[in-house]
């Protein structure tokens, strides 16, 4: 079943030519492509016009597999804990990508709390409005989605690290993309104090500790869930460095610096 866009014409432009002029501008705003493959990119998803240069900046100098296990929160508290998107093309303005059903299957029998279900991705934008960057880099990348809904730090490590092995023994290299949004509705200044003290463990390569700081903390980062089991994953597969890309809050596109989003780009290779 071919999953349709929900987003389109709201958090980024409905029409395929005016989509792909936007994020080609945004992707022209990142440095070198890197060197080292990319195991994991963090990047934001919010609208593109307050997100959308933190994203380009972030994945364009990603060095991304043809395949793309995305990892994304679940806003709408729809379906399962860790709902796996199996089959079919998640289609865009102007054409969309495929899933790599092979991959979501292996990634479903690695863990039963990994289940095939659309109910979660039916109304959920945090992981569609990545697609048209991944489509911009290479539009033959394949996908695997998940949306994560798991609360509890144990079952979230648990379900990293068997994402982790079925990746780490995959008979092509796989990168993953968590989308997450940092702190909501604070001044311009909170934001960027708390998303600094949530931002030190994930680029400490610290799964666990970015758990506790941003739950003890009451940091409002809505990706954390997903980042959790994604910096698990990525463990296996001997990640070893990480990398702030890019950083900026709402503010700087709306001019109001009492109530804004935060929004960080990270890779980790």
């Given at each position: 079943m071919n999953r349709r866009p929900v987003v389109a014409g709201q958090f980024y432009p409905g029409q395929a030519d005016q989509l792909e002029s936007m994020v080609g501008e945004y992707l022209s705003k990142a440095g070198a492509k890197a060197q080292e493959r990319t195991i994991l990119a963090m990047t934001p998803h919010a609208g593109y016009v307050f997100s959308g240069s933190v994203a380009g900046q972030t994945l364009g100098r990603a060095n991304l597999a043809k395949t793309v296990l995305l990892l994304g929160p679940n806003h709408t508290g729809m379906g399962s804990r860790f709902a796996v998107w199996s089959?079919?093309?998640?289609?865009?303005?102007?054409?969309?990508?495929?899933?790599?059903e092979g991959l979501a299957k292996a990634i479903i029998k690695a863990d039963a709390r990994l289940v095939a279900d659309q109910t979660a991705h039916a109304r959920e934008?945090?992981?569609?409005?990545?697609?048209?960057?991944?489509?911009?880099?290479?539009?033959?990348?394949?996908?695997v989605p998940?949306?994560?809904?798991?609360?509890?730090?144990?079952?979230?490590?648990e379900v990293g690290a068997a994402i982790g092995r079925v990746l780490a023994s995959w008979k092509h290299p796989v990168s993953m993309v968590v989308s997450s949004d940092m702190s909501h509705y604070v001044t311009h200044e909170e934001a960027k104090r708390w998303d600094s003290m949530a931002l030190e463990p994930i680029l400490a390569?610290?799964?666990?500790?970015?758990?506790?700081?941003?739950?003890?903390?009451?940091?409002?980062?809505?990706?954390?869930m997903p980042m959790t089991v994604g910096l698990t994953a990525a463990e296996s597969l001997e990640a070893s460095?990480?990398?702030?890309?890019?950083?900026?809050?709402?503010g700087e596109t709306s001019g109001d610096y009492t109530q804004v989003v935060g929004y960080a780009g990270v890779l980790v290779s």
């Open positions: 089959d079919g093309i998640w289609e865009l303005p102007g054409g969309g990508l495929n899933v790599n934008h945090s992981l569609e409005v990545v697609l048209p960057f991944l489509r911009a880099i290479d539009p033959e990348t394949t996908i998940i949306a994560v809904a798991e609360p509890r730090l144990e079952v979230l490590l390569l610290n799964p666990s500790e970015a758990y506790r700081v941003v739950r003890e903390s009451g940091i409002s980062m809505c990706g954390i460095k990480a990398e702030l890309v890019a950083y900026a809050t709402s």
